[in-house]
């Protein structure tokens, strides 16, 4: 099965699926990553704050499978924000990893109280030059973050990911990055697991034959959305991957995108934050 690779604007592109690891520890997220990688997932997604980069990155490197074949994506911590001390972050997510290069480098948190992130993506872009980061992106940025990031550096991140599941679909903030050509990435794409008993939810997996989990990455795919499902569960790892043998219809998408509610934000809010 192959999974869809969307088109970054700087020229790179990203497998729609991926693999996230939060909140699972360093073993654990090695034995995870190698089993998501044997199911046939090519992006995983970590961060310094998730204390994984060294479980991840040595299964990645075990797996046998190219390095250029591994989407991997790591962010910057917020303590790490600021010119200097976002550059030697990165020198140390890279040597936990293990690796080379990143495939995609995000600013984890936009933090705007401390007004720090229009200096950390400036000086993250002298990353792209020799090659150490292939792709920079933000996460949990709002649309007046990316309006000043933009305005500011003259510069657009490739992508902005962000809690979104079906009762927190984001209309707002996927319509500015589609009109500026920044992809969207889903976290928390399952709503941490939360939204799985939904009557709707459930209605439509049955009339389709597939799991509520399946439906709603589904979903997902088919907004346009990069989604990175996590499970430590290898029978879920691989029923997360078995996404591309079926189509929601108009109708079933619009029924899950209209489960939207004023607070369905599970995570923190980034202005806040
Ligand atoms: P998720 O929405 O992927 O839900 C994961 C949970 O759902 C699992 O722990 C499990 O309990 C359940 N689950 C998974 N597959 C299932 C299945 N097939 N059937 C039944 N239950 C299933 O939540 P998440 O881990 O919060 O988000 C995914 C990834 O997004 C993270 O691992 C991380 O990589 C990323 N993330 C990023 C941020 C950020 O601030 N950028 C924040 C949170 C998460």
């Not at 992508?159 to 009109?179: T, Y």
Request: charge should be negative.
């Amino acid at each position: 099965m192959t999974v869809p690779e969307l088109q970054l604007h700087d020229g790179n592109s990203i497998p729609q699926l991926g693999f996230g690891v939060w909140q699972v520890d360093d073993d654990a997220a090695r034995d995870a990553v190698s089993t998501a990688l044997t199911t046939g997932y090519r992006h995983i997604d970590t961060a310094k704050i998730y204390e994984n980069e060294a479980g991840t990155g040595q299964a990645v490197r075990e797996s046998g499978i190219p390095r250029d074949q591994i989407f991997v994506t790591t962010k910057l911590w917020n303590e790490d924000q600021g010119r200097d001390r976002a550059l030697r972050a990165f020198e140390d997510s890279l040597v936990r990893l293990g690796l080379d290069y990143i495939d995609l480098y995000l600013i984890h948190w936009p933090k705007p109280a401390e007004n720090l992130y229009v200096d950390t993506f400036a000086a993250l872009r002298e990353l792209l030059a020799d090659g150490r980061v292939k792709s920079l992106g933000v996460s949990n940025f709002q649309v007046p973050h990316l309006e000043r990031l933009i305005e500011t550096t003259g510069e657009v991140p490739v992508l902005n990911q962000i809690e979104l599941h079906p009762q927190f679909s984001q209309p707002e903030l996927r319509k500015f990055h589609a009109k500026h050509g920044i992809l969207t990435e889903a976290w928390s794409p399952l709503g941490q697991g939360k939204v799985l008993s939904h009557p709707e939810l459930v209605s439509i997996a049955q009339e389709v034959g597939k799991s509520v989990a399946q439906v709603i990455l589904r979903w997902h795919l088919q907004l346009g959305n990069v989604v990175i499902p996590k499970s430590v569960t290898p029978s879920r790892i691989a029923e997360n991957f078995a996404i591309f043998d079926f189509e929601l219809n108009d109708e079933q998408v619009d029924t899950i995108t209209a489960l939207d509610v004023p607070d369905g934000r599970i995570g923190p809010d980034p202005d806040t934050f």
